[in-house]
């Protein structure tokens, strides 16, 4: 898949657990989990929102585009 997810590592640029992500977006750890291995399928807009809100980024430091 081209989209890669880079989740992981904005979360150890904030120093940021994967629990303590999950409570400040009130996401599952599970779906979290799938969305950090990059084998999510779609993720919603409220979602990334809620993501770069808690991580203080851009949608761009978390998704990129591989050719």
């Known amino acids: 898949m ?6 992981d590592v904005m979360m150890a ?12 977006v009130e996401l599952t750890l599970s ?3 799938i969305l950090k ?3 999510a ?4 807009f409220s979602t ?3 993501i770069c809100k808690a991580l203080d980024c851009q949608p761009a ?5 591989v050719d």
């Open 13 to 24: 640029k904030r120093k940021m657990s994967l629990n303590e992500l999950s409570v400040k």
């Open 61 to 65: 430091d978390i998704l990129e585009y």
């Open 48 to 50: 990334l929102e809620a």
């Open 31 to 33: 779906n979290l989990s």
């Open 2 to 7: 081209p989209i890669v997810v880079n989740l």
């Open 37 to 39: 291995t990059g084998k």
């Open 41 to 44: 399928k779609a993720i919603r």
